[in-house]
């Protein structure tokens, strides 16, 4: 595979977010007493939380639900599938983790180390669908910046992956043409489809070595499998 520009995902394929949303609630937990709401396990709080987040951001990539939608209804959803009824939900909770989540600066594994060797041999890029303040700070936090010449967050464009206007965007702001160009990302749906309906090669990362849809040409179950491949 021949390229001179690549370009990545930043949450789920960078950006630990599952660990460091982990982190997050863990510490909310506490300070919020969720045990005296009746939610005994914090575990289990963070099981339905993923689940209902992970769902919800399908929907945003998609352009099926806003922002403020996913906002709203993520810990909204999570608190009640735990039982506890909308008018005790603790206020400001969604706010704080918001605020908190994006400073933790959890990588996946060897993240620092394939970027680095990758921007030595390529021009690198990021496209993000997440949300501008927390992408900056998530960033600039996790020294990530100094690897990619570009940075498009999908909310400056007004358009999320997998919509082709946004890797059209992207290629046109990085100066490179698709057939020189590979994205590579964690969301089937938004990062690889959304590639390759545009025309651009793909790497799916699969870290948890899920089942891969038969149009799914290249995968990789760690970062630094990039060295060896690209």
Same mark, same amino acid.
Request: glycine share 8%; aromatic share 12%; charged share 25%.
């Given at each position: 595979?021949?390229?001179?520009?690549?370009?990545?995902?930043?949450?789920?394929?960078?950006?630990?977010?599952?660990?460091? =949303?982990?982190?997050?609630?863990?510490?909310?937990?506490?300070?919020?007493?969720?045990?005296?709401?009746?939610?005994?396990?914090?575990?289990?709080?963070?099981?339905? #939380?993923?689940?209902?987040?992970?769902?919800?951001?399908?929907?945003?990539?998609? /352009?099926?639900?806003?922002?403020?939608?996913?906002?709203?209804?993520?810990?909204?959803?999570?608190?009640?599938?735990?039982?506890?009824?909308?008018? *005790?939900?603790?206020? /400001?909770?969604?706010?704080? #983790?918001?605020?908190?989540?994006?400073?933790?600066?959890?990588?996946?594994?060897?993240?620092?180390?394939?970027?680095? #060797?990758?921007?030595?041999?390529?021009?690198?890029? *990021?496209?993000?669908?997440?949300?501008?303040?927390?992408?900056?700070?998530?960033?600039?936090?996790?020294?990530?910046?100094?690897?990619?010449?570009? %940075?498009?967050?999908?909310?400056?464009?007004?358009?999320?992956?997998?919509?082709?206007?946004?890797?059209?965007?992207?290629?046109?702001?990085?100066?490179?043409?698709?057939?020189?160009?590979?994205?590579? /990302?964690?969301? %089937?749906?938004?990062?690889?489809?959304? =590639?390759?309906?545009?025309?651009?090669?793909?790497?799916?990362?699969?870290? /948890?070595?899920?089942?891969?849809?038969?149009?799914?040409?290249?995968?990789?179950?760690?970062?630094?499998?990039?060295?060896?491949?690209?």
């Amino acid at each position: 595979m021949k390229y001179n520009h690549i370009f990545f995902d930043l949450d789920h394929t960078i950006w630990d977010f599952d660990k460091n =949303a982990q982190e997050t609630l863990q510490e909310l937990y506490l300070s919020y007493s969720l045990k005296e709401l009746g939610i005994s396990c914090v575990n289990t709080f963070i099981q339905k #939380y993923t689940y209902h987040n992970h769902s919800l951001w399908s929907s945003y990539h998609l /352009g099926h639900i806003t922002k403020e939608q996913l906002r709203e209804a993520r810990f909204k959803n999570t608190f009640e599938d735990m039982g506890v009824c909308g008018d *005790l939900i603790p206020e /400001g909770f969604e706010d704080l #983790y918001v605020r908190t989540c994006p400073t933790k600066t959890n990588l996946f594994p060897k993240a620092h180390e394939t970027l680095s #060797y990758l921007s030595g041999k390529y021009k690198l890029h *990021l496209i993000t669908n997440g949300f501008r303040e927390q992408a900056n700070t998530k960033i600039e936090l996790s020294d990530l910046g100094k690897y990619f010449d570009t %940075i498009v967050i999908s909310e400056n464009v007004g358009v999320n992956k997998p919509h082709s206007r946004i890797f059209e965007y992207a290629l046109a702001g990085a100066g490179a043409v698709k057939e020189k160009s590979v994205m590579i /990302g964690d969301s %089937i749906e938004a990062d690889i489809r959304g =590639a390759m309906g545009y025309g651009m090669d793909a790497i799916f990362f699969n870290p /948890g070595k899920l089942a891969v849809p038969d149009d799914v040409k290249w995968q990789i179950n760690h970062l630094e499998d990039l060295i060896g491949m690209l």
